[in-house]
């Protein structure tokens, strides 16, 4: 079955330690996501990526660094110099199109973070 | 940038209908995403309104004015599952995809 997977699904780090967040997709998208949700918040976008190589920062790139070497890969490094990096981050991808249903982000069940 | 705006939090009675509001200032407009997210879960698809008017799927209802940057979702005939998250997403030509807030949906018996 197609799909995205996010791995690992929890994650305890400690305080000045990098930690990268693994996202695959096998649904040959284009463009990948990635997302950050604090407790009873929206999401908010982290990074973006519509094709193999290039990338786009979003809202709260801060702190946050990505690469997309490959279509179905886009990990997010979660950095020392992010402040408060406790939290919920979710990874999406969909293809690239004109049409409605290409638009559709599938998202992947989520990493938790929690630093110690 | 993008200006999205839900109310954070509705109750509603199960077997009732309730309407939630999304408004959003953005450029590049191309449409607009209605999303679900139960607790602790990734959100699901449940919309995408791209032309003004109303797009009916079963008890769920979305509509869109792109003259007024308004959208609703409508859900009718609740029931308890329909407890989540629901997230309004406005959808850009550049491939930005970002959220509003999310409302919180309440269903009491």
């Known amino acids: 079955d197609g799909g995205i997977t996010q791995s690992p699904k929890y994650l305890f780090r400690k305080e000045g330690q990098n930690v990268t967040l693994s996202c695959e997709q096998n649904l040959n998208h284009d463009a990948m996501y990635w997302y950050r949700q604090d407790p009873g918040q929206g999401l908010r976008l982290i990074y973006y990526s519509q094709i193999v190589n290039d990338f786009q920062k979003g809202d709260i790139a801060e702190g946050y660094s990505v690469s997309r070497e490959k279509k179905e890969s886009f990990p997010l490094t979660v950095t020392s110099a992010q402040k408060n990096p406790t939290a919920f981050y979710l990874c999406a991808s969909r293809q690239r199109g004109v049409s409605s249903g290409a638009n559709v982000l599938t998202f992947g069940a989520g990493s938790r973070l929690t630093v110690l | 940038g993008q200006n999205i705006d839900q109310p954070t939090e509705m109750t509603a009675t199960e077997g009732a209908i309730v309407q939630i509001n999304c408004t959003y200032q953005?450029?590049?407009?191309?449409?607009l995403f209605w999303y679900q997210q139960h607790a602790g879960e990734a959100p699901t698809f449940l919309s995408y309104n791209v032309l003004d008017g109303l797009e009916e799927k079963g008890r769920f209802s979305s509509f869109l004015s792109r003259s007024k940057g308004y959208s609703y979702l409508l859900l009718k005939e609740l029931q308890m599952k329909d407890s989540a998250s629901y997230l309004c997403a406005p959808n850009t030509n550049a491939g930005k995809s970002t959220f509003g807030d999310g409302t919180t949906l309440t269903v009491k018996p």
């Open positions: 953005t450029s590049g407009f191309n449409g």
